[in-house]
Nanobody, 127 residues
Framework: QVPLAESGGGSVQAGGSLRLSCAAA?????????VGWFRQVPGKEREFVAG????????YYADSVKGRFEISRDNDQATVHLEMNNLKPEDTAVYYC???????????????????WGQGTLVTVSS
């Protein structure tokens, strides 16, 4: 388990951009962790948004965000970002990051109970 903290949420108009960050606790890195971004709207199930593998630079995206969102790691490997462009009202949600040591992104998605999770950051997109 690695403590995580998300930041960067806020309110934006449709078509705008936001950059979310998922930071490991001071002194920790995410270099050997698969990291996923998820989002949840009240009353709905949490859904996968994007993921980054822990080796090889692999990335994965939900169809709904492909071409608009980009997941990346800082060079220090302590922070993972989610660049969100051309935001739509349906992107409104609380966004969470999750991490799992030396796991596949698919495992991060399928076995959420064993992930480290951040507290979430709210993204609101108005039309």
């Amino acid at each position: 388990q690695v403590p995580l903290a998300e930041s960067g949420g806020g309110s934006v108009q449709a078509g705008g951009s936001l950059r979310l960050s998922c930071a490991a606790a001071p002194g920790r890195t995410l270099s050997m962790y698969a990291v996923g971004w998820f989002r949840q709207v009240p009353g709905k199930e949490r859904e996968f948004v994007a993921g980054a593998g822990w080796k090889g630079g692999s990335t994965y995206y939900a169809d709904s965000v492909k071409g608009r969102f980009e997941i990346s790691r800082d060079n220090d490997q302590a922070t993972v970002h989610l660049e969100m462009n051309n935001l739509k009202p349906e992107d409104t949600a609380v966004y969470y990051c999750a991490a799992r040591f030396q796991a596949a992104v698919a495992t991060v998605v399928r076995e959420p109970a064993s992930n480290s999770w951040g507290q979430g950051t709210l993204v609101t997109v108005s039309s």
